[in-house]
């Protein structure tokens, strides 16, 4: 096979003599060629050579026939001579092929090739066995996994129709009660912020044990926080709040804030917490619903909604009899003063309405106004209700103090880089402690004022500062107030304009039905000096008495909301020697203003609000400026306050065209 090998090689180039036609010679011998060279590579049965052999033969003799046909020609002839190598090459396969015949080696190769073949069978037939058992194996397990998969559809499709569900009651919930709930009513959503740690640790223990205590024999459903203005109970609900959370349930809350009409509404109080309290649990969501639907007025007067109230919480109560039901109620007195007497009676009927239910709490916090001690103490309260009263004398309340001031001072030194060694030392701050008097409101707006002070004047003020509250009186928040608002504007600086445009800012901030901020106020009032005058700075005024709107002590924006606290909003109204004569703010001409000012945007800027109905443009109210919408919703709740009032003092300087306005 090497001496093939060697002479197809050696002689390949003699192929392309060979003549392709008449007949195919070249083609046939190129494709024995190939066949010898493939078969010196590959072994061949005993049948295999003997065919290949016979064939060659067969072709050998085929070819010389044709040669001798057609011998005639010099180039015949020519071509048969340079093929004699070539003849002697394919004699020579001949022999090969014959030797190969009687080789026994050759039988060996067959046995061997037949060999593989047997085992090849077995392996294949083997694989194919294996794969015959295992989808017999998947046959028989095809009714458990279409079973399975019937589940998983079934769940799917129960899960989908659950949220469905979930949603239509939703909607149908809140189409039914939505105008009676109010979205912002949690203390994060109205500011509120919760106690420091380690203050009113005392007061919180106790209200923390009373939500514990599920026992029907010792458990009441009523706790009353009551005490004076400033002593820290807004911040105390909070902090239940956020305890209460950090052990993994949420109360349902509504904090009370005179600063936003909106949450003064007692028609909205029970049905916003309802709406809390269901969305705890599909049950009791469902149990609502269907009340709802049976009853479709019981939440249009806070009567019925108090019922609603007390069969929800108690369907709660009974779902899951060992977690606490808590709703939070914080400044009940902050309810709008028309409606004080009623709102108080109606929470005063609900204490033995749960008495079944020992898991059932309802927390609330107020001062203790006169409306509220007389609906509260006239009934059987001691069984129903437990009640804490905050004693600012009292030496936790001190304490508690104590404990912000330190921390509040230490903060002031830190941002405004003080030397903390030396301030604010430990004599100072025991006299604001003891000038303070308990009161955490007057702790935060002395701390406050002390910031902004510096912050203005730098730190050779520092000392001088904390001097001033040595002075005598001190102690009162509303000579605080006093102090503060006398420094804002001294009275030698106090024209008339800065009378009057005082009186018209903090009018208006303090009567908003709603917070506004400071670019959204201004674009309310628009307040000027005269009508080609430019806008007055509310940004600047807000920042001078940042100290008592609550506003931020640092960063006063466009976007800054200020409001006022409580105790100050009854000072700056209240009459007498206290409160120096142009500090003094009447509620009822502000809100004259403000009422006008809403006329005069509903009317003037944007006519088309009061000429088509609300429902046709509800889709559009939030394309509207905030001015506008604030106007929409509230003209008519100031025109409401100001009552029989005659025209203000405030007025004798218009801003508006008497004769734009549509009166």
């Given amino acids: 096979m090497q001496h093939i090998n060697k002479a197809i090689c050696e002689k390949k180039d003699y192929l392309e003599l060979i003549p392709d036609a008449p007949f195919p010679a070249r083609t046939l011998v190129k494709s024995v060629v190939q066949l010898i060279l493939l078969g010196t590579k590959t072994g061949r049965s005993q049948q295999e050579v003997q065919g290949f052999a016979l064939e060659i033969i067969h072709w050998v003799s085929q070819v010389k026939d044709s040669f001798v046909k057609v011998g005639k020609g010099r180039f015949t002839h020519l071509t048969w001579e340079n093929l004699a190598d070539m003849r002697s090459l394919i004699d020579e396969i001949c022999r090969w092929a014959g030797d190969r015949l009687e080789d026994h080696r050759w039988n060996l190769v067959k046995k061997q090739i037949e060999t593989f073949n047997d085992r090849s ?28 998969l019937q589940k998983m559809k079934k769940s799917h499709e129960e899960n989908i129709a659950r949220i469905l569900k979930e949603q239509e009651r939703r909607s149908a919930l809140d189409e039914t009660l939505g105008t009676f709930t109010v979205q912002n009513s949690t203390y994060a959503s109205q500011q509120k912020r919760p106690h420091n740690s380690n203050t009113q640790m005392v007061i919180l223990g106790e209200i923390l044990t009373w939500i514990g205590d599920h026992s029907k024999e010792t458990s009441k459903n009523f706790f009353w926080l009551v005490g004076p203005p400033g002593c820290g109970k807004p911040a105390m609900m909070a902090s239940v709040v956020c305890e209460c959370q950090d052990r993994d349930y949420s109360p349902a809350q509504f904090f009370i804030n005179r600063n936003d009409a909106n949450s003064t509404n007692p028609m909205k109080y029970f049905p916003t917490v309802v709406r809390q309290v269901a969305k705890h649990s599909d049950d009791v969501e469902q149990h609502l619903h269907n009340t709802v639907q049976k009853r479709k007025f019981a939440v249009r007067m806070p009567k019925e909604a108090s019922e609603l109230f007390v069969d929800v919480v108690g369907k709660a109560a009974k779902n899951d009899p060992a977690s606490p039901i808590l ?70 309340s001190r304490r508690d103090v104590k404990t ?30 003891e000038r303070a008097s308990g009161l955490f409101i007057w702790a935060v707006t002395a701390a406050n004022y002390i910031d902004n002070h510096i912050q203005i004047s730098g730190k050779e003020v520092m000392d001088s500062v904390l001097s001033q509250f040595d002075s005598e009186g001190m102690t009162d928040i509303n000579t605080l107030y006093r102090t ?78 200020s409001r006022v606290y409580k105790s100050f909003f009854d000072y700056i109204i209240s009459t007498g020697t206290h409160i120096p004569e142009r500090f003094h703010v009447s509620a009822k001409a502000s809100n004259a203003e403000l009422a006008l000012l809403c006329l005069y945007h ?54 508006l065209d008497e004769k734009s306005l549509p009166i």
């Fill in 484 to 561: 503060i608002l006398e420094e804002a504007f001294p009275e030698n600086f106090s024209n008339e304009w800065t009378v009057e445009k005082f009186r018209r800012l903090m009018g208006a901030i303090m009567v908003l039905r709603e917070p506004l901020s400071i670019g959204d106020l201004d674009h309310l009032i628009d307040l000027r000096q005269a009508p080609d005058h430019e806008p007055v700075d509310i940004k600047n005024f807000v920042g001078n008495l940042r100290t008592l709107l609550m506003a931020d002590m640092d960063n006063i924006t466009e976007s800054t909301i």
């Fill in 121 to 148: 069978l077995i392996l294949i037939s083997g694989g194919l066995d294996a794969i015959l058992r295992r989808s017999q194996a998947v046959i028989s397990r095809q009714d458990i996994l279409i079973t399975a």
């Fill in 404 to 433: 912000y001031l330190e921390k509040r001072l230490t903060d002031i030194a830190d941002h405004r880089r003080l030397p903390t060694s030396i301030w604010p030392g430990n004599d100072r701050l025991e006299n604001l402690v």
């Fill in 327 to 396: 709703v939070i109620f914080d400044g009940l007195d902050e309810t709008a003063r028309d409606h004080l007497q009623d709102t108080a009676s109606i929470f005063s009927e609900l204490f033995p309405k749960l008495s079944d239910y020992p898991n059932a709490k309802i927390l609330i916090s107020s001062r203790p106004e006169d409306e509220i001690l007389k609906s509260f103490r006239n009934t059987n309260m001691e069984q129903y209700v437990l009640e804490l009263a905050i004693d600012i004398n009292d030496s936790n």
């Fill in 602 to 655: 509903l009317t003037v800027a944007y006519p088309i609000v009061c000429s088509t109905h609300y429902a046709s443009i509800a889709s559009d109210l939030k394309d509207l400026p905030s001015p506008t919408l604030y106007s929409l919703r509230h003209a008519f709740s100031h025109m409401l306050q100001m009552k029989t009032s005659t025209v203000p003092v405030v007025l004798d300087r218009p801003v």
